[in-house]
């Protein structure tokens, strides 16, 4: 999603970096699975 001047090393976001930037923070949080060592129920 960066685009990278190899002879520079500059690293510059593409509009696709931008888009995803924006939207992941306006999804809604679903509840993940319980921590490893913890039981449901």
């Known amino acids: 999603m960066v685009r990278v001047d190899y002879d520079t090393q500059e690293r510059t ?11 992941i923070p306006a999804q809604p949080r679903r509840p993940g699975p319980p921590p490893l060592g913890v039981r449901e129920g």
């Open 13 to 23: 976001p593409k509009d696709s970096y931008r888009w995803y930037r924006a939207m």
